[in-house]
Structures are given as C-alpha cells and as structure tokens.
C-alpha cells in the first residue's frame, strides 16, 4: 500500500451573490475528480499552468482546503473523515513548504521562535534548551549558521528564508512534505542549491516528497513520478524519464514543446504547437473532455461529449485521453481547426488555413479517387466590380504615361535654350 493515496478528491468553492441574504449561484470547480498515490521516500511531481488547481490540491491534502468529495488515505487512515483535533495530531507527519519564502514568515518573530513554536504545539522536547539544540542542528543541515537563531525574517535573502522555511518543516519530523512552488521566487543560481538540499535531506532522513511546480526543468531534475494537471484534473502521469521522453496527451505533447533546447540548430529546427486561447474557467469548464476546445486532434463525436479516464497505456504511463492510439499510430490528424499553430523554424501555419481534407492528400494534391471539385462560379456583381476596378486602374497608368511624357518634352526644351544661349556668347562681335 501507498503511503499516500488520493483517491477522487474535489475541492469545489461556492460561488455565493446576494445583497442580503448570500445564496450560492455556482461553484469553482478547482479540484474535480484527482486520483494518485505516493510511495515511499518517492517525489512525485505536480506540473500545470497556473490556475490548474495545483495547489488547491496539495492544501487539500493537509485539510487547509476543505475536501468537497473523496478521500486521502495517510498511512492507511482517511484524513479527509477525521475530525479536527485528531487532524491536528497528523499535521506533524505531513508537513508544507510555502511558495512565498517572506509571506510565509512572521515578521514579528524571530528565527528560534519560529521553529520552536511548532514543536512546543506537538510537544517535541522537554524545555526550550532542549528544542533550541535540535533547531541548531536543522539549521546546519539546510546550511544556515547558528547565530541566524536571533535575527529576523527580513534580515536574510531569499534563498535563506525559503531555508528557513524548510527547516520549519524539518524540526517536526515529517514524513511527508509538500513543496508548493519552492523555488520560484529564487534566482537561478539559488533555485539550484534549494533543490539539491531537497535531494540530500530526503537520502538522510528518508522524506516522501509532493512537489508542485510550473518549471518543467526543476520537475524532470528532482522528480521520479510526474502527473500533469489540467483545468482541475489529471491527464496524464508516467516515469520522469518515460514523461519527457514520449508524452502522449496532447496539453503534455504542447508544454513539452515550449522548453528551449539549448541547441540553437535543433531548436530552429523542431516543432512547436502554440495553444490559442485562455484556460476555460473553472467556473463554467467544458463538458467531456476539459482539453478539447484547444486541442489540436480534437474529435468532436466523443471529445465533447465523454470525459476520458486515466487509464494505463504501458509501463505505468496513464493518460486520459480517447485517442491516444490513434495519434500515437498517426491515424488520427492534425485538423488545426482550434487555434492551434504549427511552427517550424520560422514559418508558421496558421490554423484557420490548414485544414486536411477527405478528398485529397496530405501535400494538397487530389486524390486518384477522389470526385472532383465543380469550378467556382464568379457572381455577376464581383465580376463587374473587378472589370470597374481593371478599367480605372489602365486610366491611371495613361495619365501616368502622359506626365512623363510631358516632363521629357519640357525637359528638351529646356536643353536646346541652353544650346542656343552658349551659341550666342561664343560668336564674335561685330
């Protein structure tokens, strides 16, 4: 068994109007429907664009989030059914690094009060004497000094303070630790030293980790099993390794396609999809599939009619998609019809332009069997109108060709006064 399990879980937010009396008129659909299980000492990797319900679900997993429906099985006991008192005895072994490193930090207390204030609330140590020397070893272990125990969130850097907030979740002991967005608000140099501390502490300690996170190179560099989120569902989840080697969802197909290859040669030379269009609101999302309005292989028979399930396709590799198969097989085409680009190198086809059809081959050309196309009949009225604008075109090249005419005439005029004039001063006098 998993020690993580989530089985279906949906975090729905009432959408509530009223000038007296609220009365509930919808729902945000942040989270519908989400099933994944964690192993131990494993790092699972959550990816979307922003606004996917990412971190709706890793505050879920804690209860900061109430669940709407479904279950989170910890170890084999249901937190979603328990009730608040023994919910708070389990937040010691499930514990949550924030995306924001100052935010998440009071600024009134310092560092020693920070992390003992946890630790007092769970009972971990006898005294503050005993507390202040474990939060000194935490704090060697995430590279910090011992001095840093009475000074201020303010008075360290970014990288320092998102330390910090990984040694609050440290001196607890966890099991589990939910990364949202850890290293986002870093510089790139420091992003680089975050995550490797994550890799080391999770060899020494033996931490299971959930990290959520939008940059698909830090996911691919620490993550063994990574699930890709849309508009509140998963659509496809496989190996680190097996994910970015051949993704097979077309949201995944498109993201895996907006990371630069440090090869200028490749990267002029490989394909891009460009996904038109906002994310849909939760609010109002889709029926049937919730990528199909941008989806370049879209079928609208099932697509919008039927949500797909994750379903296993090999080797651990889910995806929630009804033609997987065919597009993986190459039986199913790019229609382009939903706003999606193909680019490749610098030329770009645009959606509304490229469309394949039924009766002719993938270079343009008709088919052998195809029945042919009746000629297009000009209507009288473009007809005419096109011989109106012939006819007044050949009337200006004419006055065009009547100025330049003009011009040269009086160009030689011109010149044989002035023959005449030198003639003149040169003759002798009488």
């Known amino acids: 068994m998993s020690l993580l399990e989530l089985d279906d879980i949906k975090v729905h937010f009432p959408v509530k109007k009223g000038l007296f009396f609220d009365r509930t008129v919808g729902h945000v659909y942040a989270v519908d429907g989400v099933s994944l299980s964690i192993e131990a000492g494993q790092t699972y990797g959550l990816v979307g664009e922003s606004g996917c319900g990412k971190t709706t679900l890793g505050r879920a997993v804690l209860r900061l989030n109430d669940i709407t429906d479904g279950g989170v099985v910890f170890d084999g006991t249901d937190l979603a059914k328990l009730p608040g008192e023994e919910m708070r005895a389990f937040r010691r072994r499930l ?138 569902g998963l659509v496809e989840e496989a190996p680190s390794d097996a994910l970015y080697a051949g993704p097979r969802h077309p949201y995944t197909k498109a993201l895996m396609s907006a990371v630069p290859v440090p090869d200028p040669e490749v990267e002029d030379r490989r394909e891009r999809i460009l996904l038109h269009g906002d994310l849909p609101s939760p609010a109002n999302p889709p029926a049937g599939c919730r990528f199909h309005t ?11 009619t039927e949500r797909p399930p994750l379903l296993d396709t090999g080797d651990g590799h889910k995806v929630a998609c009804h033609f997987t198969a065919e597009i993986e097989a190459g039986t199913v085409k790019q229609t382009l019809a939903t706003g999606i680009e193909a680019v ?70 011109k010149k044989g006064t002035a023959d005449a004039t030198e003639k003149a001063e040169g003759s002798p006098k009488a």
Request: with cysteine; glycine share 6%.
């Open 95 to 232: 514990q949550m690094v924030f995306q924001d490193p100052l935010g998440s930090l009071n600024p009134r207390q310092n560092i020693e009060s920070i992390l003992s204030e946890g630790m007092a609330a769970h009972g971990i140590g006898k005294d503050q004497a005993e507390r202040r020397e474990k939060i000194k070893d935490i704090l060697a272990k995430v590279g910090l000094p011992s001095n840093a125990l009475s000074r201020y969130p303010h008075e360290f850097s970014g990288g320092q303070r998102q330390r910090i907030g990984i040694a609050r979740a440290l001196v607890l002991e966890p099991d589990v630790i939910i990364c949202d967005e850890p290293v986002s608000a870093l510089d790139v140099s420091v992003q680089a030293q975050v995550i490797n501390l994550l890799e080391e502490l999770q060899e020494s300690l033996g931490l299971t980790y959930l990290v959520i996170a939008h940059d698909l190179a830090v996911v691919r560099h620490i993550s063994d099993v990574i699930g890709v989120m849309y508009l509140g």
């Open 294 to 304: 941008r989806c370049p292989w879209v079928q609208e028979t099932k697509c919008a």
């Open 344 to 413: 490749v190198g610098t030329e770009t086809v645009a959606a509304e332009a490229v469309e394949v059809s039924e009766g002719e081959t993938e270079t343009g050309a008709p088919a052998a069997d195809a029945p042919q196309k009746e000629p297009v009949t000009v209507p009288a009225q473009a007809d005419a109108g096109a011989k109106e604008k012939t006819a007044a075109a050949e009337e200006t090249e004419e006055k065009a060709s009547d100025a330049t005419d003009v011009k040269n005439e009086t160009a030689d005029v």
